[in-house]
């Protein structure tokens, strides 16, 4: 109940004190762009631009959010934007779909993603107007092109990885080995978050499983709160989770 009630503040908190509305697009290394957008709490996503097209990391919260993105992506390239990442089910990261949708986009998954948006879409954005009245009461617009399990895009240049459940059941990485960037979305950032939706016994697991992959990892980007990190954000959010847990009652 204690942990609950935390997570419930945080995001009380966070809903209430988000950052003076604006989304900014800014070139982080190579091909990759972080995009940080303070519409509603403030989220990150990755621009990828590829040799022929664009792939998007996270829709970004609405469709209106998505166009000013979209607006952002004009100013640096010409290249289309070809397919944009749900790396979860949740509004923060499927919101803008429609609009992406509605410019010959592919909208990309696991089908694990698919099937949560499917059932849950109306739930979840229920339970994101409760801690964030503004927000609007979006219907689903679901992947157009899902996978059972890990996936390749930009010729192998951008590789979503499922691990197990963590911040949500479906949640991926993506990590660009090129450029040796991992982009951990809502499951990596530097404060504990939100955690309703969380499996607290296998978010642990999840994240020894990234270590495991002893991928060449440089710079992580967080889903949330400040963008570009280390990859000993891995281990803070590590022991954020063992604090989080020593602090439940018995």
Known sequence: MKSFLYAACMFWFIAGNAAPSQLSLTHLVGPIYVAEDSYFPKENSVVYVGPESVTVVGATW????????????????PKPVSEVVNTNYHPDRAGGNAYWKGIGAQIVSTQMTYELMKRDWTKVVDWTRSGIPSYPRLPPVLPTKTYPGDFALQGGHVRAIYLGPSHTPDGIFVYFP??????????????????????????????HSLERLNLDIKIIIAGHYSAVHGPELIQQYLDLLERNSAAKPE
């Open 62 to 77: 609405t469709p209106e959010t998505a166009e000013l993105l979209a607006t952002e992506i004009r100013k640096i390239t």
């Open 178 to 207: 090129s450029e040796k960037v991992l982009y951990g979305g809502c499951i990596l950032k530097e404060y504990i978050g939100n955690l309703t939706f969380a499996n607290i016994v296998e978010y642990p697991k999840t994240l």
